[in-house]
């Protein structure tokens, strides 16, 4: 009889629900992939940044030092690739929010013939690969005298962070209500009171949220950045590649670098989990 009852149930109600003593397995499960996606990776570059040699099979370097960090962070030549890459990613950042927020303002509130087809078309520099982005805007930049000059890197990185400040930004101004603007109207506000007391309060999350994600994508931005800029226009992406080559890899530098990158999105991602709201994100990346 019981096993007839079981038979009857529903798909959802013989579903298995998560108890107490599944709390112990899932955080292990957790933390076990956050060491080795994370942990670990970032324990090995720290190890190669300061080993000094680490000659097989040793399993940990034999010796340390800690005069190669004295000597990255003394170079000239990289504290000018970590000021291009912060004045750039500022430039981007404002540059980004001052164009996306009139267009996320006429996909949110505007209904109109082929609005899929614009949203596709404006998230396509994020569907298409990158480098393919980066090699036709090089084509044009270089016919247009823009290649290798800070001007050409600033306006092919607006290319690759304006599709998710428009998506952000969307779905932020998505969430202002219609009669709050009416209202608005019929006490005789103009449209530039509404958008100064209105539109841009209510819209700061988005704001906030796509320029964190505008300001670390630029400053880690390597493709787009190395194909119009370099070797004039050096930013800390393009000085890692530079230690990463093939025919003269530099290991224990190239970590270095790596963990001065870490630093700025580390900060962000950490600022955006304290003053961020988890459905706009959501809304923003298409989940909800």
């Given at each position: 009889m019981s096993a007839l009852a079981e038979n009857t149930l529903s798909p959802a109600a013989r579903k298995r629900r998560f108890t107490r003593e599944d709390r112990l397995p899932v955080a292990v499960g957790l933390y076990a992939f956050l060491f080795l996606a994370i942990a670990l990776p970032l324990g090995l570059m720290f190890l190669w940044s300061i080993a000094d040699g680490w000659p097989p099979p040793h399993v940990l370097p034999q010796s340390y030092t800690t005069e190669r960090w004295a000597g990255v962070l003394g170079d000239s030549g990289l504290l000018r690739a970590a000021i291009n890459s912060i004045v750039i990613a500022f430039v981007v950042t404002f540059a980004t929010a001052l164009i996306a927020l009139p267009t996320a303002w006429a996909m949110a509130r505007f209904p109109f013939r082929l609005k899929r087809a614009v949203e596709i078309f404006i998230l396509a520099p994020i569907i298409i690969p990158g480098i393919v982005?980066?090699?036709?805007?090089?084509?044009?930049?270089?016919?247009?005298?823009?290649?290798?000059?800070?001007?050409?890197?600033?306006?092919?990185?607006?290319?690759?962070?304006?599709?998710?400040?428009?998506?952000?930004?969307?779905?932020?101004l998505e969430t202002i209500p219609d009669d709050l603007l009416h209202a608005a109207r019929s006490l005789g506000a103009g449209t530039f009171g509404i958008v100064r007391h209105i539109v841009l309060p209510l819209a700061v999350p988005g704001l906030l949220a796509g320029g964190l994600m505008s300001f670390v994508g630029s400053f880690e931005e390597f493709d787009k950045s190395f194909i119009v800029g370099a070797p004039v226009v050096e930013t800390l992406p393009i000085k890692l590649y530079m230690y990463l080559d093939p025919y003269s890899m530099q290991l224990p530098l190239a970590s270095i670098v790596s963990f001065l990158l870490l630093l700025p999105a580390l900060v962000i991602f950490v600022i955006a989990g304290r003053v961020l709201r988890d459905d706009l994100m959501a809304a923003g990346m298409g989940k909800i």
């Open positions: 982005v980066a090699v036709g805007i090089g084509q044009v930049f270089l016919a247009l005298g823009l290649a290798y000059s800070v001007a050409g890197v600033i306006l092919v990185q607006i290319v690759g962070t304006l599709p998710l400040m428009i998506r952000l930004m969307t779905a932020a």
